[in-house]
């Protein structure tokens, strides 16, 4: 219970950000300027992962990627809790965030075009799925190399949905979907845990 408690606590940090900083007025942009330049898109799920990726990238940097930010970690790590919690809750924190924008888009897409209500759970479950898939990808990026690397990893995200003419396919989606959170949360979790 207790390790629940602490993987709860972690939400506060990434709320926290929403209110405080620039996170909120980002995911606002972020979600404006794909649902205005996807109009013209046909697929709704396409719109949503995109979103879900830079989203996800987002929340990940402005809750563990500045240089105060992962002081901050070593000064929680000092507290009753474990780096796996730790870890966890951040980027439990940063998925949830970044859903926010994720339904906001699929939602006036889907209104604009009159899409029928069915269609917006595949999209907007694709979309959080992205999110979180890139926040575990994301989340020992910036434990190590900050926002730096926060920054690198949308740069890439864009080269490659530049260069990819039919959006990203994978052979075993679930199977990443699963995989690089997990991944990310338990390398993040040693990386912690190392530092501590």
Sequence with gaps: MHTLRCIVAEWDVVRARLVHTRLGLWLLLLAVALAWSAQDEVFLVAVAVRTGLFAGVLCIAFSAGADRDRAALQTTLGHPTSPLALATGRWLAATVAAALPVVGVTLALAM????????????????????????????PAVVIGGNTFAGLLIAYLIVAGMMSTSGWHLAN????????????????????????
Aim: charged letters at 10%; glycine letters at 12%.
């Design 112 to 139: 604009a075009r009159g899409a029928p209500p069915r269609a917006l759970l595949p999209a907007a479950a694709a979309g959080i799925t992205a999110a979180a898939t890139v926040a575990g990808c994301a989340l």
């Design 173 to 196: 989606p679930w199977l990443h979907a699963a995989g690089w959170p997990v991944g990310g949360v338990v390398v993040s979790a040693v990386i912690l845990a190392r530092r501590r």
